[in-house]
T-cell receptor, first 114, second 111 residues
Framework: NAGVTQTPKFRVLKTGQSMTLLCAQDMNHEYMYWYRQDPGMGLRLIHYSVGEGTTAKGEVPDGYNVSRLKKQNFLLGLESAAPSQTSVYFC?????????????FGEGSRLTVL | DQQVKQNSPSLSVQEGRISILNCDYTNSMFDYFLWYKKYPAEGPTFLISISSIKDKNEDGRFTVFLNKSAKHLSLHIVPSQPGDSAVYFCAASALGNQFYFGTGTSLTVIP
C-alpha cells in the first residue's frame, strides 16, 4: 500500500520555466491538498480538491494552478516559476472533511527556482 | 496572519522525562485539532487529535490537552524517548474546512 506518492522528489528550475508536480493516492480518498513548507512559516495550503473535477483555493494560491481529472491524482502546476516558489511541497489526502479524520501526507517534493 | 502559533521553535528534554509542546490559536471557530510529527526528508505523520467537545485525549505515551477559553492546546509525551526527536506541528480546522498549521517545534530527546 503506497499511500500518497509525489513525483518528482527534487527539481531545480530556472526563473520563468514551468513544471508540474504529480500526486497520486491509492486510498480512494475524496479530498486532496497541496501544501508548501517554508522555514518559519509552517505548512500553508495552496489549493485543495473535494472530489474529482473540483478544485478550490487555499491560503497561498497565487502563481499555481491545479487539476483533479482523476480521483486518485492531483496535479500542481507552476506556469512561470519564481525564486519565491522555492520550497518543499507536500501533497495530502483525506477520506472526507478534515474534522472526520486525519490527513495523509506524501514524502514531499523539494523545488529550487534559480 | 498566523492563526495557529507555536512560539517555541525548539525544545530539548532528557530521555524518560516529560516533553510538553504548546500551541496557541486565535480563531474561536476552530473545533478540531491535530498534532503531526515530522522526521527529516519525510512527510508529516498523524499523531493524535482532539475535538473541541473534549478537553483531553490520550493515546499511549501521548496526551493532548485543550483549553478552549485560553485558545491553547498542548501535547505531553511521557516518558520521552530518543525516537521522539522530530518536528511537531499542531493544526486546527473550523467546521471541517482546511487545516491551519503552526510553524512547528523541533523536539530533541537527549539519551
Amino acid at each position: 500500500n503506497a499511500g500518497v506518492t509525489q513525483t518528482p522528489k527534487f527539481r531545480v528550475l530556472k526563473t520563468g520555466q514551468s513544471m508540474t508536480l504529480l500526486c497520486a493516492q491509492d486510498m480512494n480518498h475524496e479530498y486532496m491538498y497541496w501544501y508548501r513548507q517554508d522555514p518559519g512559516m509552517g505548512l500553508r495550503l495552496i489549493h485543495y480538491s473535494v472530489g474529482e473535477g473540483t478544485t478550490a483555493k487555499g491560503e497561498v494560491p497565487d502563481g499555481y494552478n491545479v487539476s483533479r481529472l482523476k480521483k486518485q491524482n492531483f496535479l500542481l502546476g507552476l506556469e512561470s516559476a519564481a525564486p519565491s516558489q522555492t520550497s518543499v511541497y507536500f501533497c495530502a489526502s483525506s477520506y472526507g472533511r478534515v474534522n472526520t479524520g486525519e490527513l495523509f501526507f506524501g514524502e514531499g517534493s523539494r523545488l529550487t527556482v534559480l | 496572519d498566523q492563526q495557529v502559533k507555536q512560539n517555541s521553535p525548539s525544545l530539548s528534554v532528557q530521555e524518560g522525562r516529560i516533553s510538553i509542546l504548546n500551541c496557541d490559536y486565535t480563531n474561536s471557530m476552530f473545533d478540531y485539532f491535530l498534532w503531526y510529527k515530522k522526521y527529516p526528508a519525510e512527510g508529516p505523520t498523524f499523531l493524535i487529535s482532539i475535538s473541541s467537545i473534549k478537553d483531553k485525549n490520550e493515546d499511549g505515551r501521548f496526551t493532548v490537552f485543550l483549553n478552549k477559553s485560553a485558545k491553547h492546546l498542548s501535547l505531553h509525551i511521557v516518558p520521552s524517548q530518543p525516537g521522539d526527536s522530530a518536528v511537531y506541528f499542531c493544526a486546527a480546522s473550523a467546521l471541517g474546512n482546511q487545516f491551519y498549521f503552526g510553524t512547528g517545534t523541533s523536539l530533541t530527546v537527549i539519551p
